[in-house]
Each structure stands twice: as structure tokens, then as C-alpha cells.
């Protein structure tokens, strides 16, 4: 499984590499040969459906990648009926004290570790002992993109069954009064704390990696890192364009 792949990664103190914005299941199949451990999927803020999760999982399976779907918000039943659609792993928002944190575990795994709700989903066909299979195999990671989450992160480290704890800052600069400047001294150095802080207590860490490899945030023990499509395409967009600028002289 492609989600145990990524524990063992992350147990081994490796990286792990995720990619964001690919809008649909065919565009897995196409970036699926490059190697990426996953691909996420947007439902908070993207217009994936129920109904397509399935398909997007699917796809993500067939090339050996974790499906890591982000829920719009992290209530139990949207837990369940997310892992029930197909996803490997998922994605919560705004977790930002110790009872978020510790509802969102308790409603990833299934007796006697937690609570999720039983269901024949599409991942237990075939499959012995599923319920262990899925304690074992999912991923459940939380972001911390609040000053708030900040605040209480200690608290929120003692909950048990959260494998990422993911540093955002774009809601996090929000937060701090630096609307859409995530480069803000202030911002950047809150999200350093943060990730050093994550490290210290034993869990790991997560990071965006925008523009290439995120050398400042790996250097601080940042091991989950997530990639948009968007930079890309708009940076060779712009080099062919300007490529055709000069040709024209």
C-alpha cells in the first residue's frame, strides 16, 4: 500500500513528496510514472465530489501513490464517508486545539483504537481483517495554520494517531495580521518554531515546497512536503512565451 510506503518513508526520516493541483483522474495517470508518493486532493477549496474521490483513488492506486484527500472540515462522518470513498489518507483543516485534534483521531480508526464508522467501503473488498488493515494503513495529518494551533501546538502533539503535523501558512499569516505575505518575517519565523517545535517532540512535520525542494524547512527537520502544479505550469508558460518574444526580435 502505497500509504504504508509513506510511513515507512517518514519512520526512516526520508522525504516524502506530494502533489497538489492535478485536476483530474487522467492527469494522475500522467504524472504517475515521475515518482510522487501521493497526490493531493481538494475538496476544501477544489471542486472534487464525492463521487469522484473514488476515481481519483483509483487512479492514485494504479501508480502505487497515496490518495491524500483534504476535507473541508474535520467532523466524523466526513472522516468516514471520506475514507469510505477510497481515500488513503486525509487531510484536516484548521485543527487548533488538543479536542479538534483529538475528535479527528478518534474518528480515523476503527475499534479499539477509535471510533470511525463501520462500513464495507470499496478498500475492505477482498481484504482480510480489514479493520486492523485500516488502522495500520491510513494516514490521518492535521494543519496547523492558526495562531491559535500555535499557541496550543504542545497540547495538540500528545494526541496519539496523527502521523503529520502540516504547518500552512497562508491562514496562518492571516492570523498574525499579514494577509497573503506568508513572507513576512513574522510569519516565517513562527512557522520555524513550529516545525522545530513538531520535531522536538518526536512527530513529524510537514512544509510547503512551492518553488523546488525546501532546503530551510528540511534543514529544520521537515520531512512531508506538498507541491502545486500551478508554479510549474505558469513558470514554463512563461519561459515559452518569452522564448517566442525573442524569436520575434
Not at 502505487?64 to 483543516?93: H, K, L, Q, Y
Not at 480515523?108 to 481484504?127: N, T, Y
Not at 512536503?225 to 512565451?241: E, G, R, V, Y
Request: charged share 20%; with cysteine; hydrophobic share 45%.
Amino acid at each position: 500500500m502505497a500509504d504504508l510506503q509513506i510511513k515507512r518513508k517518514l519512520a526512516e526520516g526520508r522525504i516524502v513528496n506530494i502533489l497538489s493541483g492535478v485536476p483530474d483522474p487522467d492527469t494522475i495517470d500522467l504524472v504517475g510514472p515521475l515518482g510522487f508518493d501521493g497526490i493531493w486532493i481538494e475538496t476544501e477549496h477544489g471542486p472534487v465530489s464525492w463521487r469522484e474521490i473514488g476515481d481519483y483513488s483509483r487512479a492514485c492506486d494504479l501508480w502505487n501513490m497515496a490518495s491524500v484527500v483534504r476535507i473541508p472540515v474535520g467532523e466524523p462522518w466526513v472522516i468516514t464517508r471520506t475514507f469510505d470513498r477510497g481515500a488513503s489518507a486525509i487531510v484536516v483543516p484548521h485543527v487548533s486545539d488538543k479536542e479538534t485534534a483529538t475528535k479527528v483521531a478518534v474518528a480515523a480508526k476503527f475499534g479499539p483504537v477509535g471510533l470511525r464508522g463501520i462500513f464495507i467501503g470499496r478498500r475492505s473488498f477482498g481484504v482480510d481483517d480489514f479493520y486492523n488493515n485500516a488502522n495500520e494503513e491510513t494516514m490521518m495529518i492535521v494543519l496547523i495554520e492558526e495562531m491559535e494551533a500555535i499557541n496550543n501546538l504542545a497540547e495538540i502533539l500528545e494526541v496519539p494517531n496523527i502521523d503529520v503535523f502540516f504547518v500552512a501558512p497562508g491562514d496562518l499569516a492571516q492570523t498574525m495580521g499579514h494577509t497573503g505575505n506568508t513572507n513576512h518575517p513574522e510569519v516565517q519565523e513562527t512557522v520555524d518554531n513550529a516545525i522545530r517545535q513538531i520535531v522536538a517532540a518526536g512527530r513529524t512535520a510537514g512544509s510547503l515546497a512551492l518553488d523546488g525542494p525546501n532546503q530551510h524547512h528540511y534543514d529544520l527537520g521537515a520531512r512531508f512536503f506538498m507541491c502545486h502544479i500551478n508554479s510549474w505550469i505558469i513558470d514554463a508558460a512563461t519561459k515559452f512565451l518569452a522564448g517566442s518574444a525573442e524569436l520575434e526580435g
